[in-house]
């Protein structure tokens, strides 16, 4: 039999959920299954659960849970289409071609860009100047092919190469202005494009599609009124605190060698290319998040810096520095050569043994920062004062105990104090300090750890029957629907999975006795709204089966009205 499938469908079987998830991150084989740290929220030990016969994941500390289409609208924060344009260039499958009559089609901006940037390579293969200033700052011709560099014609054509280019392949000026390539000057019904007389580089997403630009602009087109750079705004593909530049041709290598090298600039990051050292990354002229660190983290647990050498350089590197022990990972500092501006410039002039030496050279941050007040400093106690002031915050960041009791003794000695005296100023260094750089994404992350413990103590209650009823009396009133939520957990798991995840969870909970003992009236009330949560959810699924059905009796529509009336008290529960 002859069976046309969706586009969906004939994707959904090419790829496995195996595949499409161990792009983004480091998966291990549990069982006949396959786990991983959620990439949803923070966590130390997985609780993220593949399932390939099914095609699906399932995050038991987050409640995630989806296919391969919903895991890469996530991790990509793309709308479906996307999604589905991503994967199936991965597959090699071809989705049907974009014809502007279908009006109802969602808009597609992946291929859009993809197709502009055809255009942008045409450009500059057919420009000697380009080419010859690319060649001038070092770049060979398989580098130019390799990270896809082209380049926007200038006023010479009308401001409007790409919107024409573009429009002649049916894409409409809206989607072109939503991609960020094209803008309309108000009052005017005319369109232009944003990138003119620039050099393009494209920048990329995890799977190596295009999803925007960082644009320098050709020195003779550059009148000193406009940015040496420009880069693409937001748009529904691109989200510039989501992407690292160069790291779809990085993954790999910095797997390998479990580090990353993070630098300034694209330029930077390909010259390091050119020079074979791949584990590279760039931030591309934005400010470092920490959504770019649990990016590094999915594949890497040290990062080397090597910014640019002067104060603004420095202080990005501090803040860049701060995010990345904050989020647990190692950082070290590439040193520098003097009176060389950044790593292009040492690449070009110097060459990629250099480099490369400089690299192997790395110092550890807080070595750095020490090296640094010591080398500006004599006077003993001015150096302390240093080192309480721009140390310590960055010693309290330190994730690792040992690594911290390490650097507590190397401060100690090297100020000449005992490690007492260093623990006691650590203790006096603000919390707010520390946390001041910590968006709020990462907050709501540590509430969602927090329930998702109480959630995990929940299941222990119930699993080993603990008799603690006085205690967790508010939870116990809700025994039956908890029962319901744990058989539908335990459905999911094999059973030397369920074992090993209570074996782990047994030693959290007597690893934080303490906390429960302290934190006993706390607990006490988030059982009793989660309970409350449980509840309300089976109510909820219990409405909508009633509601779903075809014919519905005198009594379905008396216990949706009770179920509304029950929903209610709960929710007015105190
Ligand atoms: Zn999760």
């Not at 071809?94 to 009559?101: A, D, I, M, R, W």
Request: hydrophobic letters at 40%; aromatic letters at 10%; a neutral charge.
């Amino acid at each position: 039999m002859y069976l046309i499938m969706n586009p969906k469908d004939q994707v959904k079987q090419a790829l496995s959920i195996l595949d499409v998830v161990s792009t983004y991150i480091r998966v291990e084989k549990a069982g006949s299954q396959f786990k991983a740290r959620c990439p949803f929220h923070n966590e130390k030990t997985p609780s993220f659960f593949l399932s390939p016969d099914r095609g699906t994941y399932h995050c038991f500390g987050c409640g995630e849970h989806g296919d391969i289409f919903s895991f890469v609208e996530k991790m990509e924060a793309v709308p479906f289409y996307e999604a589905l344009t991503i994967l199936a260039d991965r597959a090699g499958i071809k989705l049907s071609p974009y014809k502007k009559e279908e009006k109802d089609k969602e808009p597609n901006l992946i291929s859009l860009v993809q197709k502009a940037n055809k255009r942008y390579e045409e450009n500059l293969q057919n420009s000697a100047e380009v080419k010859a200033y690319l060649g001038d700052r070092g770049l060979t011709s398989e580098t130019i092919k390799k990270f896809n560099i082209g380049f926007s014609l200038g006023a010479d054509f009308g401001w409007r190469d790409i919107f024409i280019y573009l429009s002649k392949e049916g894409f409409s000026p809206e989607e072109m202005i939503e991609a960020g390539l094209v803008f309309k000057k108000e009052n005017e019904d005319k369109y232009f494009d944003r990138f003119r007389g620039r050099v393009m580089f494209p920048i990329k997403n995890t799977f190596g599609n295009i999803v925007g630009f960082s644009a320098r602009i050709l020195p003779k087109f550059d009148d000193g009124k406009t940015a040496k750079y420009i880069n693409s705004p937001e748009t529904p593909i691109y989200h510039k605190s989501k992407i690292l530049f160069g790291y779809d041709l990085a993954k790999k290598s910095i797997a390998d060698k479990r580090e990353a090298i993070l630098v300034e600039g694209q330029m930077d990051l390909i010259m390091s290319h050119q020079a074979e050292v791949t584990n590279v990354v760039a931030t591309s002229g934005t400010a470092v998040t920490d959504e770019h660190i649990k990016i590094l983290k999915r594949f890497a647990d040290k990062v080397l810096l090597s910014f640019d050498q002067d104060e603004a350089g420095e202080n990005a590197m501090k803040k860049c520095a701060f995010l990345a022990l904050y989020g647990g990972l190692d950082v070290y500092i590439i040193p520098k050569k003097e009176n060389v501006k950044d790593t292009a410039d040492l690449i070009k002039e110097f060459g990629g043994e250099v480099w490369k030496d400089l690299i192997s050279k790395r110092v550890h941050l807080i070595e750095y920062l020490v090296n640094n007040i010591f080398e500006k400093n004599n006077d003993e106690r001015e150096r302390g004062r240093e080192v309480r002031k721009e140390v310590l915050p960055f010693l309290r960041a330190i994730e690792s105990d040992i690594d911290r009791a390490y650097f507590i003794k190397y401060l100690a000695s090297k100020l000449n104090v005992q490690e007492i005296d260093i623990l006691n100023e650590l203790k006096r260094v603000k919390v707010e300090n520390v946390e001041e750089n910590i968006s709020s994404i990462n907050k709501e992350i540590n509430l969602t750890d927090k329930n998702k413990f109480l959630r995990e103590i929940l299941v222990i209650l119930n699993w080993k029957k603990l008799d603690e009823e006085k205690f967790f009396n508010k939870f116990f009133e809700a025994k039956d629907i908890y029962k319901e939520k744990f058989l539908e957990f335990k459905k999911d798991l094999p059973e030397e999975i369920l074992e090993q995840e209570i074996i782990r969870i047994e030693k959290e909970i007597s690893k934080n006795k303490l906390y429960i003992e302290n934190e006993k009236k706390f607990i006490t009330e988030i059982l009793g709204d989660l309970a409350k949560v449980f509840k309300i959810e089976v109510l909820q699924e219990e409405k909508k089966l009633i509601e779903n059905k075809s014919e519905k009796v005198e009594e379905d529509f008396q216990r949706i009205g009770e179920i509304y009336q029950e929903i209610h008290k709960i929710k007015n529960l105190k």
